[in-house]
Nanobody, 121 residues
C-alpha cells in the first residue's frame, strides 16, 4: 500500500517562508517522479513543481525564483521550500508520486492528503 504524508503547512505573513515535506512509503521512491500541486478554494488543482527520479526540476511560472523542489531518496522524502510567499500562494498543497510498487510493474499516480498554506497580507 502506497502512502504519502504531506506536512509543513501553516499560516505565514506575505514575504515569509515555509518548507513542505512529503514522505513516501510502499513505492520505489528512488525511481518515482515526484511533484507538488496546489488547489485554492473554488479553483482547479494546478501543478506547482516537479522533480524526476533523475533530479530534473520544473516549475510553474508563478513560483519560479521563489520555490525550490528537492528530494532525499534516503529519507524517501520530497520537499518544497517556499520563499517570498504571496497571498495568492494560499492553497492546499498536495504531493504526488508517479511510480511503481515493484521493479517492472506499472507506474501509477498516488496523492498525499494535502497540507494547508495560508499567506496573509
Amino acid at each position: 500500500q502506497v502512502q504519502l504524508v504531506d506536512s509543513g503547512g501553516g499560516g505565514v505573513q506575505a514575504g515569509g517562508s515555509l518548507r513542505l515535506s512529503c514522505t513516501a512509503s510502499g513505492i520505489i521512491f528512488s525511481r518515482a517522479d515526484m511533484g507538488w500541486y496546489r488547489q485554492a478554494p473554488g479553483k482547479q488543482r494546478e501543478l506547482v513543481a516537479t522533480i524526476t527520479s533523475g533530479g530534473n526540476t520544473n516549475y510553474t511560472d508563478s513560483v519560479k525564483g521563489r520555490f525550490t523542489i528537492s528530494r532525499d531518496n534516503a529519507k524517501k522524502t520530497v520537499y518544497l521550500q517556499m520563499n517570498s510567499l504571496k497571498p495568492e500562494d494560499t492553497a492546499t498543497y498536495y504531493c504526488k508520486a508517479r511510480g511503481s510498487l515493484r521493479l517492472g510493474s506499472s507506474r501509477y499516480d498516488y496523492w498525499g492528503q494535502g497540507t494547508r498554506v495560508t499567506v496573509s497580507s
